[in-house]
Structure formats: structure tokens, C-alpha cells
């Protein structure tokens, strides 16, 4: 287990009055304040939030004159093309603009790029096949905000382009000061302009796609009753592209998730329904994780290994038999990505151990042979691994091609922004990046951005927030049932995590078919126990408490239900 610093949260409210106002208890409202809740608003939002609490649309840069070109194509009988991207959340966004724009009468169709053909994003061959399909209008979706040659190219060409993205918009630095580059397309639709008063900026690509498609929708007529149809139907796609594209779980995020998991439960669509079916997710208990873990690597697989147009034909599929197929398919792609994943991460720290760079502040690890669509996945097992920011390449049909994942420190976007001559191409977020350059500046790249950091031993240390001590007495049903309403988890919204010190390990011992598990008991020091078990790195686990006997965890409490027994059981998180 990577050696982590615990910090407890000592944040001060009246935790009592809370409580009473919200019918919460003190621990819950403990809980809410420890995400950095402060203003009553917010606070009822976090516990209540829903649709109507969603902000207007048309406070997007450049919404209004995208729509005004829309419904001036649609008139006119314009072709219209959506260019969307290979992973989740491109697939769920041209899953919402197609359906969107097909039923208010718009003519209209999409391309997905191939991951390894193509590239990230618009290209000079989607505008000329474009071009030579008779396409009139350009609309992308989670790509474009970096594009700038490709979209000059388009207007060029005679093309009317409107790009709806949420990344971060490219900048040049002078004097200190940075100068943002904007593509220049027709309308630029993104929360991330320097010029956006949209208030909630952590949009993923698709929710930017419905925000577009709600609108348009009102300006067509569309009764209110139709678009709370539009929301039914399409909620379900920006909350498996939140989750998937590991958006913060908080404002608006948090309403989007809470809706769309509603939806999933009782799901219309096809294709999502089999895919849960095929890998045996309990929709009456669905979560977060299911999404996060389960169904979206799934729907990420068709991108990875194969081609997106089969997740989008899944989400998009009209009978069972169809979607049983389409699922079917993806599964096994995704078993296969799972063990290609498996071996790159093994080569990777191979590689790190016996390198001279092993104490590089930012990791750089090239793996020629790596299959191009997994080094992101493998960039954040060694980021995690190691806790450094990680950069993963691998030898493309042109070039390198690679992903970065970063730690909460390293603003990745930024630091490769400051040596993007290096770059062929490159975009991204603080905390995820893509790039691609030639062969002989790997080790220029590896030097420079290791210059360029200024990382302290501080900041490369793992910290584990813990929420508040919790003694066993205070651990019962009522609890585990009323932590459910802090849900749904994930970045930005983790599990609450509870701490106790000085307890005394009873009866340890590794379970499961793969040796997996770890189960003991645990007794604090007034004698009281409680069931506990741990998913981590069991082996390590055994050998500190046969050694150690008494120790400190942090832990999640919930209820274990085996064979009609029901029994309240920590799961280990932390141990010292």
C-alpha cells in the first residue's frame, strides 16, 4: 500500500442545528460540511437537488448563435454531420445531439473517429469526406476546442461549423499573461472560455450536447411535457458520460447523476439494458460504480479496440436481439482490454524499477508495442502505483502517441502548455492529458517536463482525507441507511471515510477463489467488535497485522446481507 499521510478534517459548523433543520444527524451534517458546504443553499441543494435547480442554458458562450444557425440548417433542409469522439462520454454526446436533432426534423447523421486512423477529434479528412457527402453544417461534440488549423481548413471549404466541447481552451503565454486560442467555427459552445458566465464550469462534453439539444428543443416548439420526455430520455446518456469521463460529482454533476441513476434503474433503452444484463449489474441496487467500472469500460472498449460505432449503435439499437448481440460484443472486447491492461502495467513498472529516472518527479514511460488506446488506463495505475504524475506513450502508425495522468498538485494541461514545441499535438484538463510527438523527442519530453517541475516532497505525498472519528458504539443500520443520501459517489463526493485508532486485529485470514479477500474482526478497546474486511493488497495486509496485532484503519461501515443474515461489516480502506 502506498504510504499516505491521514488528515483529519477539522472544519466547524453547528453541526447540531444542521442536523435538526435538515432531519439529518450531526455525523451526516459533519459529512456535507466536510465537502467545503457552507451557505444553507447549498447545503439544501447537496441533499435536495433536482432538474429545476439546473442553470440556463443560454448563459453558455455562443449558445444563442448556435441555435440560431441550427434552426436556420433545419429550415433549410441543410445536411448536417455531428463529429464526435471515441470514448464514453463523445459516444453519449453524439447519442444525445443525433437523437436531439433527429426529432425536431433536422437531417442529420455522425462520424466517429477511429482511434487509431484518425486521431483524436476533427480532422482534414472528416471535412473532406464532409465536403464530398454534400454536408452543409459541422456540429462536434467533446472535441474541437483545440482544433484550430482543421476548423480553418473547414471554412476553407466553404463548411459551416458550430463545436460544442468542455475542455480546457489553448493558450499562449506572453509577458505572464495568457492569450486563449479560440477556433475559429461559426459559434464555440464550452464553459471553459476565458468570456463564459455560465456558472457551473465542470461540464462533461455530453452535458454541454443536452444543454445544446434543450434549448433547441424549446425554440422549436417542443412543449414542456415533450422536453421533460427529453429529459427522461437523455439524462440516462449525461450520467454515464459524467461518471465515465470522471467529471466532479458536485453542483449540477451531482443532479445529472442522481436523475440519470433514477432512469437506469427502469431503463427504456435497449442496448444499456442488455449490456447491464450481460454483466450481471443488479439495476434494483445500481451506482455509481457500476457505471464507473462495470458498463462504461464496456462502452470505452468499442473506442479502444475496435470502433465507437458499435457503443453508439448499442446505445442507439432498436430491438433486443440487436442489443443482446451488440453487448455481447463489447464484453469481450473489454475482457480482452482487461488483460492487455494487465501486461502494460507490469512492463511499465519493470521499466520504472530498474530506470534511473524511478525518482523522476513526473513519470515518462514509453512502451512502443503498448496498444495506443490503453495508455491512459495504464497512466493512472502507475500514477497510483507511485503517486507521480504519469505519462504513458506508445509508437503510433505517425509518430508517438501518449496519455497523461496527473496527481492534485501537477496541473498537467498547464506544464505541457509550457513546453507544447514538443508537441505535434496535444490537449486536455488539469488532471488528464493527450499528446502526440516524434520518436526522438521522448527523451527531450522526459527531460524537459522534469525541469519544468517544481513539485515538493509534500505534494507527492498520497493524503487520505478522513472524515471524523467514529467509535463502534455510534455504528448501527440507522446510520449505514442515512449515509445513502450523500450518495452518488465519486471524484469530488468520495465515500465518507471514518477512522479508529488502537484496535486489536482478531482472527485475519485471506478468502476467495482468486485469494482476494481478507477477513478478520476488529476490537476497540472497551472490548466492542465489529466484522471487517479488506479488497486491497491482501498478502501485505496479512503480514502488518500478524506482526502488529493492534492498529489504526479508516474505514467505510455497511450492511452485509448472506444467506437472510444481516450483519454490519467495516470495509477497510487505510490501515497504519
Not at 45 to 65: I, T, V
Not at 554 to 573: A, D, F, H, K
Request: net charge negative; glycine share 8%.
Amino acid at each position: 500500500m502506498t504510504k499516505a499521510v491521514w488528515m483529519l478534517h477539522a472544519k466547524k459548523a453547528d453541526f447540531n442545528g444542521l442536523a435538526a433543520r435538515f432531519h439529518i444527524s450531526p455525523i451526516t451534517a459533519r459529512i456535507i460540511r466536510n465537502r467545503d458546504i457552507t451557505d444553507i443553499d447549498e447545503f439544501d441543494k447537496y441533499l435536495n437537488g433536482s432538474l429545476k435547480d439546473l442553470y440556463e442554458p443560454r448563459l453558455l458562450p455562443d449558445m444563442e448563435k448556435a441555435i440560431s444557425i441550427l434552426k436556420e440548417k433545419i429550415a433549410a433542409g441543410a445536411r448536417i454531420r455531428i463529429v464526435g469522439d471515441y470514448d464514453i462520454d463523445g459516444v453519449c454526446s453524439t447519442c444525445i445531439l443525433y437523437k436531439g436533432l433527429s426529432r425536431v426534423g433536422a437531417k442529420v447523421d455522425y462520424v466517429i473517429p477511429e482511434r487509431i486512423k484518425d486521431g483524436y477529434g476533427i480532422n482534414e479528412h472528416i471535412i473532406e469526406k464532409a465536403a464530398a457527402d454534400g454536408i452543409h453544417m459541422i456540429l462536434t461534440c467533446d472535441n474541437g476546442i483545440a482544433a484550430m488549423s482543421e476548423i480553418a481548413y473547414g471554412k476553407e471549404n466553404g463548411m459551416t461549423i458550430v463545436v460544442t466541447d468542455h475542455h480546457e481552451v489553448p493558450y499562449l503565454e506572453e509577458n505572464g499573461k495568457k492569450k486563449y486560442l479560440l477556433p475559429p467555427a461559426d459559434a464555440v459552445v464550452d464553459p471553459h472560455r476565458a468570456d463564459c458566465e455560465y456558472p457551473f464550469k465542470g461540464l462533461c462534453g455530453a452535458a454541454v450536447a443536452y444543454k445544446l439539444v434543450e434549448v433547441l428543443y424549446r425554440v422549436s416548439g417542443k412543449s414542456e411535457q415533450e422536453v421533460e420526455h427529453l429529459q427522461d430520455n437523455l439524462m440516462e446518456n449525461v450520467a454515464i458520460a459524467t461518471i465515465g469521463d470522471v467529471m466532479d460529482l458536485v453542483g449540477e454533476n451531482r443532479v445529472f447523476v442522481k436523475k440519470g441513476l433514477e432512469l437506469l434503474k427502469t431503463t427504456k433503452n435497449e442496448g444499456l439494458h442488455a449490456l447491464m444484463q450481460c454483466t450481471g449489474v443488479d439495476t434494483a441496487n445500481l451506482n455509481t460504480y457500476h457505471i464507473g467500472f462495470v458498463l462504461g469500460p464496456c462502452i470505452n472498449a468499442g473506442g479502444r479496440l475496435d470502433t465507437a460505432k458499435r457503443a453508439l449503435e448499442l446505445l442507439n439499437a432498436s430491438n433486443r436481439r440487436e442489443a443482446v448481440t451488440l453487448a455481447a460484443d463489447l464484453k469481450e472486447l473489454n475482457d480482452s482490454r482487461k488483460e492487455m491492461t494487465e501486461e502494460g502495467v507490469e512492463e511499465a513498472v519493470r521499466q520504472i524499477e530498474s530506470s534511473s529516472w524511478k525518482d523522476d518527479q513526473v513519470l515518462v514511460v514509453y512502451l512502443p508495442k503498448c496498444h495506443e488506446s490503453i495508455a491512459g488506463i495504464i497512466a493512472g495505475r502507475i500514477k497510483e502505483r507511485y503517486y507521480r504524475p504519469t505519462f504513458v506513450l506508445t509508437r503510433g502508425e505517425t509518430g508517438v502517441k501518449g496519455s497523461g495522468r496527473s496527481i492534485e498538485a501537477y496541473d498537467m494541461f498547464a506544464e505541457m502548455s509550457r513546453c507544447r514545441e514538443l508537441f505535434t499535438k496535444f490537449g486536455g484538463h488539469k488532471l488528464a492529458a493527450g499528446l502526440s510527438l516524434e520518436e526522438e523527442n521522448v527523451e527531450v519530453f522526459r527531460k524537459r517536463i522534469n525541469e519544468l517541475a517544481d513539485l515538493t516532497e509534500e505534494d507527492l505525498q498520497m493524503k487520505v482525507s478522513i472524515d471524523m472519528r467514529l467509535p463502534f458504539p455510534y455504528i448501527n443500520e440507522e446510520l449505514i441507511h442515512e449515509l445513502k443520501i450523500l450518495e452518488p459517489f465519486g471524484k469530488g463526493n468520495g465515500k465518507p471515510l471514518f477512522a479508529e485508532s488502537k484496535l486489536r486485529v482478531i482472527r485475519p485470514r485471506i478468502f476467495g477463489k482468486n485469494r482476494n479477500v481478507l477477513k478478520c474482526r476488529l476490537e476497540d478497546q472497551q472490548g466492542n467488535q465489529m466484522e471487517a474486511v479488506y479488497f486491497g493488497e491482501v498478502e501485505d495486509c496479512l503480514q502488518q497485522m500478524e506482526k502488529k496485532q493492534i492498529m489504526s484503519f479508516t474505514y467505510y461501515p455497511s450492511i452485509n446481507e448472506y444467506m437472510g443474515r444481516r450483519t454490519i461489516q467495516l470495509t477497510i480502506v487505510n490501515y497504519q
